[in-house]
């Protein structure tokens, strides 16, 4: 595949984002707080989010492994900083979340895989086959930006993540109004950390496959933030009117 054709698969890649953003204007992601079964056949939901959340790892390291380039030391630090993220949404978060009983349908873990699938592509091929890094690169401001921000955004995930498990004590617990920490001012920091992460991605990666995936990833989880902000207003009749749902003082 030429460099040029590869980009053209970028660009329908965004182009299929946009229409995820559109559609999740109008329909809540059926998992999480979301979940019914309209969706079809249910599963663990612990281990729908194994298998959807590690598939992106298969297909990213089948493809830097097998492409024809020797990856650099600077294309191998990009590599472990996706994996880091990936390794723990994939084997430590599900098994952190105090959740047994709650499900996820089926058809949600396959369009997660198909999706993984595309931005695992994205990444490891273009290291594989495009990437022309320097050791320079890691002195450049992009390095420097974006790898600050992909560090605060991975802390800010995780430590939200951690006062959410922490609002159930036992698997059955029920949904709490979350505080203390970045839940002062928003309603999905762990979401928020997360779009951070990959805008910081973006930037210290400094290419269009890196760009697509930050992209997508807004398009996915943006409506998600506001989708979990009207929920808690709406459960909660006592929500920190203040509070707001993605981005401090603004939404």
């Given at each position: ?39 079809g056949p249910l599963m663990s939901n612990r281990w729908g989010w ?118 159930r004590k036992h698997p059955g617990d029920g949904y709490k109004i ?22 910081g991605f973006a930037i210290l990666c400094w290419n269009l496959p ?42």
């Amino acid at each position: 595949m030429t460099q040029e054709t590869f980009y053209y698969f970028c660009y329908a890649w965004i182009g299929v984002g946009i229409i995820a953003f559109l559609g999740l204007q109008f329909k809540d992601a059926p998992y999480g707080k979301f979940t019914n079964s309209n969706w079809g056949p249910l599963m663990s939901n612990r281990w729908g989010w194994v298998i959807m959340e590690s598939f992106v790892l298969v297909v990213l390291y089948f493809f830097i492994l097998s492409g024809p380039k020797q990856l650099s030391a600077v294309d191998w630090t990009i590599v472990g900083l996706f994996t880091a993220h990936y390794v723990n949404r994939s084997f430590i978060y599900p098994f952190r979340t105090r959740t047994k009983g709650k499900q996820i349908p089926v058809s949600i873990v396959g369009m997660a895989m198909l999706h993984n699938l595309a931005n695992g592509f994205l990444i490891g091929y273009y290291l594989s086959h495009f990437s022309s890094y320097t050791m320079d690169w890691f002195t450049s401001w992009q390095f420097i930006v974006g790898g600050a921000l992909f560090v605060f955004g991975m802390f800010t995930n995780i430590y939200s993540d951690t006062i959410l498990i922490g609002l159930r004590k036992h698997p059955g617990d029920g949904y709490k109004i979350p505080h203390g920490g970045p839940f002062k001012y928003i309603s999905a920091p762990n979401l928020g950390g997360e779009l951070v992460e990959w805008i910081g991605f973006a930037i210290l990666c400094w290419n269009l496959p890196a760009c697509c995936f930050a992209f997508f990833t807004f398009c996915n989880l943006f409506p998600r933030a506001l989708a979990n902000h009207k929920w808690y207003k709406h459960t909660f009749p006592d929500y920190p009117k203040d509070r707001k749902a993605v981005i401090p003082f603004i939404c």
